[in-house]
């Protein structure tokens, strides 16, 4: 190509200055299109060859194509042609899939050549992948790099890869970016002049050129916590600078998802305001247009740049996580920061491609696309503002749209070509991203060669067209569907990357801190009643520190509120239930209104971490409206089936009055969920919190009668569970307990229930949850980066002290070593301190008696299993930490495998095959959540048919349910099988009335049946 480009190079190439705007672009397009269509279609879209094929295949039916990148994707870690030509046979062999009878043949043939046909499709995948992607040899990448020179072309490398797990990855990772810049320096410095594209009317620019993702360089990035995670970078980062200033290279930070994105905005500032960078080395940042945030970001960095009187190089993009963006804000309640139509991103590029221009004083711009029609407005903008067309670059994606850059390097513009280098495995996630950019609907390539799109078409304006995304469309109408017939939405966690969100918790600790040891009586009628003796709530992080003094209730105070709970209960009950339900909703208004206040506290009186707090809050909101929403569609009666003659009417009414034990854990959220429950279904309550965590339950009583609740439908009391916990569980005048906590506990309440003393008016119904002893298996093709990162969350989140937590991990055997050997290295790798700081996120557990029990189960653990880690935990006599403490070798009969240990210790145990795995996960008398990460379609089917628990987590982590989505409970000893949050809750407070009516009077009857 070098010597064609060379002859055809064009000294002015815009003949058109001024003038008419979308003329001039179409000239460009023209133009480009033109050179591109006499240079053939690209390889890449070749029919021919398996490539062509099953892009076509992909691009024509969308269960294909998701069955064939996650094939594509969990292909490298398959080791042999069996186990290929298995999955192979799991993906794509299935009736569900779309497939033609050519391609149902072949694949009926790998059970015969399974063998053959495996090692061959892996060599094509590879093949496909080294599309996309240069290896990590030496040889290979300087050759690459080498005839890209020669062709004119400048290049950026990248190291494959992102996210990493572990701080020792973080560091390989810092090394490796330090080893590829002086490998390169050497190589390229023997290349003689520069290529064209580094030639500049400004003047030479760098040759060498790296594009650093910043997820690679540190493990723990917290949206809580952005300072640390700034040092840490920072600290990684700079002999990287160092050594590129040495070396004359270029810096540029590519932009990741948008969790990192005002992480990655402000380290590019802070790090390159060090006066050590302030003249170098020369950077640059990507910026994504299909963010609606992106213009604001271009405009500061600008300034930023202006400032400082710097040269910064941005690199305009569109982004490559749209689908990914889309989802997570969806799952999560958050608004989606990507534009919904593709239109709207192009419109944005051309907005922002005008911006930089028009700031070329200032900035370099590259533009990175592949577009012509966004290629060919940059250069009719850069005409009509009279910017030199070398002053800016276009980059583009090695193995992408060769015949673009062939034309743009006939124009005689400037072309840098981003090559990763690297191993294929941790490429999987580039080489699925340029899949699904190759295969979307909404792609210029695939408009251009696969859709043979017109020129009219691949050149109109993003501001002609207007037409909706439809898929956007569609999964947003589902949601809005089932919130609009439940009349439900969950509350959204806060989002930490945001300053002021983190602001307000920081503001909300310290107001706390200046308000500890005050005293909480106890609420009965709505009345505070002081008690004459009073517990010290503790900071779990600091036994010394008084969080609040809580009422002690005596037998007598139980009495007496049960006793105003008993006069209460039959006029709440008559309250219209539309009433009851507006009182929850306006409940959860007061919780999110004290949002941050709340997750003070239970960062510091439970030793939660900001995130786990925020999530309790937030979940108690949801319980409120959950279950007020469900009150409501309960509340219509119900005909039972219908004769003439004669209604049958179904109604609910409440149980009377009923005890609610909350636990420490989940402190607002658990005593919440069984509170509202009870209340909305017109029961009265007493409610006893947990004896460590009385602060937060004292706020949501005064938060209760704020809402409005009538004096004696919910009484407060604090105090010891064994004393009048179990006093009120054994009294004939209570109709309900409603229970949370411990196996010991629940099942003495269980029994307690169960007698019938004199004067009992019902059967006392009794909602237990329990324990668990959950267990996740990590299937020999599972995706490692998620499955320790998943494994990590799960059995360490909250310190272990939750039901759901991970305790026994089973690991098939040929993943173990690698698997125990990476998590390992991640676990140690977590911040373990204080939960008041934000970047732990492991804290203190609940109490004294809680650590030393724990700490007695890891002594048994020493001796029954081999301990492979033990990690630090801060020293000091008064705080109550547990190292987070992982053992390997465990049998199932050890007591670590059996009992709960509710705290930071996991279990590890090797399982020969998937169903040893099965059986090892079902060895337990709990049954509350358990998971599976795996890439087997035929796996995870047995996962969801056999492993034996109410919660089943596949392929994320085992904790974490949310309300209405993941209702939540188990069976076995962890519980009665009941769902908090799920729709037959509220039946538990609940009886069933069926109300017969005759409607025949002499012989004449209605005729409607009332439907
Ligand atoms: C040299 C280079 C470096 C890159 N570096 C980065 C980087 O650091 N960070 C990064 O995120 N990406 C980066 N990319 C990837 C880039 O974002 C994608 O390759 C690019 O978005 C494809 O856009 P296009 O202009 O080539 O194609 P087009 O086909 O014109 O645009 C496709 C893009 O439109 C957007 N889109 C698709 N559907 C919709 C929709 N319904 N609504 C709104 N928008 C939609 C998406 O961004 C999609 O990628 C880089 C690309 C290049 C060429």
Request: aromatic residues 8%; hydrophobic residues 40%; proline residues 5%.
């Amino acid at each position: 190509m070098a010597a064609s480009t060379q002859a055809k190079r064009t000294k002015d190439p815009d003949p058109k200055v001024g003038g008419d705007l979308e003329q001039s672009v179409r000239d460009w397009g023209g133009k480009i299109l033109g050179l591109m269509d006499a240079a053939g279609a690209p390889s890449l879209f070749s029919r021919k060859g398996l490539y062509g094929t099953l892009m076509e295949w992909a691009m024509r039916d969308e269960q294909f194509k998701t069955q064939l990148f996650r094939f594509v994707d969990v292909l490298p870690t398959l080791n042999s042609s069996a186990e290929i030509s298995r999955h192979l046979k799991e993906y794509l062999d299935n009736d569900q899939v779309n497939l033609s009878p050519a391609l149902r043949v072949a694949l009926k043939a790998t059970s015969v050549a399974g063998g053959l046909f495996g090692g061959g499709i892996k060599s094509q995948v590879t093949g496909m992948a080294r599309m996309f992607m240069i290896g990590s040899e030496e040889k290979e990448i300087v050759a690459t790099l080498r005839k890209l020179h020669e062709q004119g072309i400048a290049f950026t490398v990248d190291i494959l890869g992102e996210a990493v797990v572990s701080e020792p990855e973080a560091d390989q990772y810092a090394q490796r970016y330090l080893d590829l810049m002086n490998m390169l320096a050497r190589e390229t410095g023997r290349w003689g002049p520069p290529c064209r594209s580094d030639v500049t009317p400004r003047g030479e620019i760098p040759r060498l050129n790296v594009s650093i993702k910043i997820s690679a360089l540190y493990s723990q990035i917290h949206p809580a916590d952005p300072d640390t995670a700034i040092e840490k970078l920072s600290a990684r980062l700079r002999p990287i600078l160092r050594r590129a200033r040495e070396l004359g290279a270029f810096i540029n930070f590519d932009m990741e998802s948008y969790v990192l994105k005002n992480l990655t905005l402000r380290l590019f500032k802070s790090v390159f305001s060090e006066p050590e960078f302030a003249d170098g080395p020369a950077c640059g940042l990507a910026m994504q247009a299909y963010l609606k945030d992106c213009e604001a970001d271009l405009r500061d960095a600008v300034s930023w740049a202006r400032a400082r009187k710097r040269r910064i190089a941005v690199r305009l993009v569109k982004g490559a996580y749209w689908d990914y963006e889309t989802i997570v804000a969806q799952q999560k309640g958050w608004p989606i920061p990507v534009f919904s139509r593709k239109k709207e991103t192009d419109a944005c590029f051309e907005r922002l491609s005008l911006y930089l221009l028009e700031n070329d004083d200032v900035v370099n711009a590259a533009f990175g696309t592949h577009n012509v029609r966004s290629i060919a407005h940059a250069l009719a903008q850069a005409s009509r503002l009279r910017v030199h067309h070398r002053n800016f670059e276009f980059q583009m994606l090695y193995g992408m749209a060769d015949s673009i850059k062939s034309a743009l390097l006939q124009l005689d513009c400037r072309v840098r070509e981003y090559t990763p280098v690297g191993e294929l495995l941790p490429g999987m996630a580039y080489l699925v991203r340029r899949l699904l950019e190759n295969t979307s609907n909404e792609g210029f390539l695939a408009n251009k060669f696969a859709k043979g799109a017109s020129r009219e078409e691949l050149l109109c304006s993003p501001l002609e067209l207007a037409s909706p995304t439809p898929a956007v469309a569609v999964k947003n109408t589902a949601i809005h569907r089932h919130a609009a017939s439940t009349g439900f939405v969950n509350e959204p966690p806060t989002d930490f990357t945001i300053p002021k969100e983190r602001e307000k918790v920081r503001v909300a600790i310290q107001k706390l801190r200046g308000a500890l040891g005050q005293r909480y009586p106890l609420t009965i009628n709505n009345k505070s009643v002081q008690t004459s003796e009073w517990t010290a709530s503790l900071s779990p992080a600091n036994q010394k520190e008084v969080i609040g003094y809580a009422g002690k209730a005596t037998i007598g105070e139980a009495e007496a509120a049960l006793a105003a709970a008993r006069a209460a209960q039959s006029k709440w009950a008559r309250v219209p239930v539309e009433e009851r339900a507006a009182l929850l909703n306006r409940l959860a208004d007061l919780l999110r209104r004290e949002k941050p206040g709340l997750t003070a506290i239970e960062i510091l009186e439970a030793g939660k971490s900001w995130t786990e707090a925020d999530g309790d809050v937030a979940e108690s909101i949801d319980f409120c409206n959950f279950y007020a929403a469900e009150m409501r569609a309960l509340a219509v009666p119900q005909q039972t089936q219908w004769v003439p003659g004669e209604s049958n009417v179904q109604h609910w009414s409440p149980r009377g009055v009923g005890v609610v034990i909350a636990p420490w854990n989940f402190p607002l959220a658990i005593l919440t969920g069984m509170m509202s429950a009870a209340v909305v279904a017109g029961n009265a309550v007493v409610i006893k919190p947990s004896e460590q965590t009385p602060v937060i339950a004292a706020r949501l009583m005064e938060l209760s009668m704020e809402a409005g609740l009538p004096a004696g439908v919910v009484n407060l009391l604090t105090g010891r569970g064994s004393e009048i916990g179990a006093h009120l569980v054994a009294h004939p005048q209570i109709d309900f307990v409603a229970f949370t906590g411990s196996r010991e506990v629940g099942l003495k309440i269980w029994e307690t229930a169960g007698r019938t003393p004199p004067g009992q008016a019902n059967l006392k119904k009794v909602v237990c949850e329990m324990g668990g002893k959950n267990c996740l298996i990590v299937d020999s093709d599972a995706d490692m980066d998620e499955a320790v990162v998943g494994a990590l969350q799960s059995a360490f989140g909250y310190q272990g002290q939750k039901c759901s937590a991970l305790s026994r991990l089973v690991v098939l055997a040929d993943n173990h070593e690698k698997f125990v050997e990476r998590l390992v290295a991640a676990t140690s790798s977590l911040c373990v301190g204080p939960a008041e700081q934000p970047g732990n996120i492991i804290g203190p557990v609940i109490d004294r008696e809680a650590q030393q029990r724990i700490l007695g189960m890891i002594e048994t653990g020493r001796k029954e299993a081999t301990l492979v880690w033990q990690g630090r935990a801060p020293e000091g006599a008064d705080a109550c930490y547990v190292p987070p403490t992982i053992f390997t070798d465990v049998k199932p009969g050890c007591r670590i495998f059996r009992e709960e240990i509710f705290g930071p210790v996991l279990t590890i145990t090797r399982a020969g095959d998937f169903d040893e795995a099965l059986a090892l996960a079902n060895d337990s008398e709990f049954a509350l959540s358990g998971g599976c990460y795996s890439r087997s379609p035929v796996n995870i089917e047995r996962a969801r048919n056999e492993l034996v628990c109410g919660n089943l987590y596949i392929n994320r982590p085992i904790t974490g349910a949310i309300v209405g989505r993941q209702p939540f409970g188990g069976f076995k000893m962890s519980g009665g099988g009941t769902k908090a949050g799920g729709r037959e809750y509220l039946q538990h407070f609940l009886f069933p009335r069926v109300v017969t009516e005759n409607c025949m009077r002499r012989g004449f009857a209605p005729t409607d049946d009332g439907s």
